[in-house]
């Protein structure tokens, strides 16, 4: 039986990390300029613009591969006419890692102890039988669920499309996402960023949470009302948030949100740049060997749900 044909990909623009065209290669694909492509690997996440004109000038090209989760930038340019993957699970396991990291250092009063100049008094809350709800039903989840497993959380997901999911004890649909906040010692949010979620957690859903609660978002910073959010954390109408992501980012120097004792921040760190190389190296390889076979890529985005 003959070997399938190598698929023929462009890495573009000019100025991608060389570890794309190396994942390419690993995969069996063969790095051609994109004039004579049928698939590209588009290696800035940030130029949505760039990636519209390439694509506009080279209609062969029927294969997207997009290296970030969220692709809400591109979103607009998802099309039926050609094939878009992205990096949805390629970073769950170090995002979920973040998220319990966040949630942890929350709950058992990490965010004002680290800031003492001198011996304090107990404060904190367990994870351990802890009710925790989470928003999103990805690559994420699926991994945080693991990671929550021994500290025997009763969990609620809320997702799109209702299923059951191992380590959830509940799952509802996402239209009733405001039932999974009250009573809920932990709420994290880590779900694609779209119209519909845009703003999910605002005044009435900070009003709806526990006084003690703890807000984590390892997703995007527009799921959150940012000024909602310090109005919540500055009166105590929650107990405290640990974001990965805010809005705007990066959060400016002089930020209300730097400032509160019971906010602890980190610069969009789910995956760092040594987690980022193997993981998704991995993920294009696969998908270049993938197309090569005829089979399913992984990460497929939908095209009607734009993620």
Not at 128 to 134: D, G, N
Not at 177 to 192: E, M, R, S, T
Not at 214 to 242: C, P
Not at 256 to 274: D, F, K, M, Q, Y
Request: glycine letters at 10%; proline letters at 8%.
């Amino acid at each position: 039986m003959p070997s399938p044909k190598p698929p023929r990909i462009a890495v573009a623009p000019d100025d991608a990390p060389p570890w794309l065209a190396q994942a390419v290669s690993a995969g069996g694909g063969q790095v051609v300029p994109v004039e004579q492509a049928d698939g590209v690997v588009w290696g800035a996440p940030r130029d949505p613009k760039g990636l519209e004109h390439l694509l506009a000038a080279n209609p062969r090209v029927r294969w997207v591969q997009l290296m970030q989760a969220g692709i809400e930038r591109f979103a607009h340019l998802v099309d039926d006419d050609r094939v878009w993957s992205s990096g949805k699970g390629v970073y769950a396991d170090p995002v979920a890692e973040l998220a319990l990291t966040l949630a942890l250092a929350g709950m058992r009063g990490l965010d004002r102890y680290a800031r003492e100049t001198s011996w304090s008094g107990p404060r904190g809350l367990n994870l351990f039988e802890a009710r925790v709800s989470v928003f999103g039903g990805g690559g994420i989840t699926q991994s945080l669920l693991r990671l929550l497993r021994p500290f025997d959380c009763h969990v609620t997901v809320v997702r799109n499309r209702v299923q059951e999911m191992e380590g959830a004890d509940v799952v509802i649909d996402a239209d009733r996402y405001f039932d999974a906040i009250p009573g809920a010692d932990l709420v994290v949010l880590a779900l694609a960023l779209t119209p519909d979620t845009e703003g999910i957690i605002a005044r009435e859903e900070l009003e709806a949470m526990e006084e003690h609660a703890w807000l984590v978002n390892v997703a995007r910073g527009k799921h959150v009302a940012t000024d909602d959010l310090v109005w919540a954390l500055r009166t105590g109408v929650i107990g405290g948030a640990g974001l990965d992501v805010t809005d705007p980012e990066p959060l400016p120097d002089g930020h209300a949100l730097w400032s509160l004792p019971n906010c602890i921040i980190t610069p969009h760190v789910g995956n760092t740049p040594e987690m980022e190389v193997p993981l998704l190296s991995e993920r294009i390889a696969t998908n270049v060997r993938r197309q090569a076979e005829g089979k399913q890529l992984l990460g497929l985005v939908d095209p009607d749900l734009r993620y």
